[in-house]
């Protein structure tokens, strides 16, 4: 099932190379669209990463800080 | 003809493997320039920054519990925090922009407070202690360059950061590359971290008297309370201080983004990690099953603190689909998978969908799951053996699920109408969410953000 679904991530990648132009991009280009987290979430993330034990692969800080409280 | 038609798609694949690659490190003629030309036909260049823009962040915390680390497992959790933050991008030219990140995050604790809960007549893991450990001021700046190229479609940057608290500090520093091709429709970045953190532990109060007055009971609280107990003299011979205060964390993070039509796109990250040090918290308590309890009135006297391996490697994946349903719906998913060699793995996913209600006000309910098996060293309260190696009884490293739920609305206005002097409001989000924890944790979060941008 995981080499299924990482098969299929590969292949949409490798699908997905046509070109969209820029004047196209009206929708890819909306603040909600955006493939980072809101600036908001930076604190969620952050206590997140203090009550839980997994951290990381979300564009965050990935080390420093104590966390321990 | 099926093996020719295989061997056909093989090639393109390996042509488009190729040409990512190849994009990646530049070795592919540029197709998008973002030098223009005007009606003179004089190039000028899309400044990356136009100008300066000023976020103000604010999160207000509080969480509440029953099964305090501090006092190895059981006790009160409850803890409030405030996080002031200020981040100031600025344009040093067409191409070049530091940006200066200024956060406090000023807390009070419970459960911190009973490292020392003999500052009470009638110590208890059920109380707040009012010593001088129940608050404390997190202090960090982070300093960011980055250099776009003239054809924007490579940006390098740098950044260094420092943080101090009352009991730990931290520096770090670290650089990344991105580059963007096909058409700007892929971007691969790649990205290193370094963070040396130095702990001054401070231990239990009835452990840091025992050992300060030679493994015995005559001096410190011991003077001023009776221990009592099952029998015999409270001995706890498994304490000793730690010799490492370093903590130092490495990592390597690659992420790839692509625009798959005018309605999807989707990013791919993957994290290295790697941690060494003192990797346990000095404060936190454990009580062994095979040893005598002790106790001065409800509190319980540690056998030990939280013993844990010098070394952490942990390696997340996660992946971000957004996509555009319609003028008035977007869809926001986020997953990422974790694992490392303590035995914790875990499963994030996260949805958000933004409800536009004009072009200027945009709501989004969200919902988190969270789900990860106990670090290999967690027992609960009074459950670890005194022969096992490494052990603590921290819930935050034991088998838990937790879902968090909130909604959120967000003010944008790129033409920024509204101004207070000569700072223009560009967006304003407010947000909150709710978090609760199969072992009883419970939390509320409340975050403000607003960015100004000068005029």
């Known amino acids: 099932m995981k080499n299924l679904l990482i098969s299929a991530l590969m292949l949409l990648a490798l699908q997905s190379c046509s070109s969209v132009k820029e004047y196209q991009k009206q929708r890819i280009n909306d603040p909600d669209m955006k493939l980072t987290a809101r600036p908001g979430e930076r604190f969620e993330i952050n206590y997140q990463v203090y009550r839980e034990a997994s951290a990381g692969a979300n564009g965050g800080k990935t080390g420093g800080g104590c966390g321990c409280n | ?455």
């Open chain 2, 1 to 455: 003809m099926a093996v020719k038609q295989a061997v056909v798609v093989a090639a393109i694949n390996m042509k488009k493997i190729f040409l990512i690659v190849a994009g990646f490190f530049g070795l592919l003629p540029v197709s998008a320039q973002e030098v223009e030309q005007d009606s003179t036909g004089v190039g000028y260049k899309k400044r990356v920054l136009e100008s300066t823009e000023v976020d103000f962040l604010m999160s207000y915390y509080k969480q509440d519990g029953i099964h305090s680390a501090v006092s190895g497992g059981k006790g009160m959790e409850e803890l409030t925090d405030i996080t002031p933050t200020i981040v100031i991008a600025m344009p040093l030219n067409d191409d070049d922009v530091l940006t200066v990140d200024a956060g406090l995050s000023a807390y009070s604790s419970a459960s911190s407070g009973n490292i020392n809960p003999f500052d009470s007549n009638t110590p208890s893991p059920w109380q707040a202690s009012s010593g001088a450990s129940a608050s404390d001021q997190l202090t960090a700046l982070v300093v960011s360059y980055s250099h776009s190229s003239d054809d924007r479609n490579t940006i390098w940057n740098a950044h260094a950061s420092g943080s101090t608290e009352y009991d730990y500090s931290s520096i770090g520093f670290g650089g990344g590359y991105t580059r963007l091709f096909n058409d700007k429709n892929s971007e691969l970045s790649a990205s290193a971290n370094v963070y040396l953190d130095t702990w001054q532990p401070i231990y239990p109060k009835e452990l840091q008297d025992y050992a300060d007055n030679g493994n015995d009971l005559n001096g410190g609280i011991f003077n001023y309370f009776d221990v009592e107990g099952d029998g015999g003299t409270y001995n706890p011979t498994a304490f000793k201080f730690h010799d490492k205060k370093n903590r130092n964390s490495y990592s390597l993070s690659l992420s790839y983004s692509q625009v798959v039509n005018q309605n999807l796109q989707f990013s791919l990250f993957l994290d290295v990690l790697q941690q060494q040090g003192l990797l346990s918290t000095p404060y936190q308590r454990v009580y062994f099953a095979d040893k005598a309890n002790y106790y001065i009135n409800e509190f319980q006297l540690a056998d030990d603190i939280e013993r844990l391996p010098d070394t952490r490697f942990k390696v997340p994946v996660g992946a971000r689909f957004n996509y555009y349903i319609n003028q008035w719906l977007v869809l926001r998913t986020y997953y990422r998978y974790y694992t490392d060699d303590w035995g914790v793995s875990a499963h994030t996913a996260n949805i958000e969908l933004p409800i536009k209600l004009n072009d200027k006000f945009t709501v989004f309910p969200m919902y988190r799951y969270y789900t990860q098996t106990a670090a290999d060293y967690f027992a609960p309260y009074d459950a670890h053996s005194s022969t096992e190696k490494y052990y603590t009884s921290d819930y935050d490293l034991s088998k838990f699920d937790a879902h968090q739920y909130g909604a959120g609305i967000i003010y944008t206005d790129i033409f920024t109408k509204a101004h207070i002097w000569a700072m223009g409001i560009k967006s304003v989000e407010l947000r909150y969410n709710h978090y609760n924890r199969s072992d009883g944790l419970d939390a509320n979060i409340i975050s403000f953000a607003i960015k100004f941008v000068r005029i």
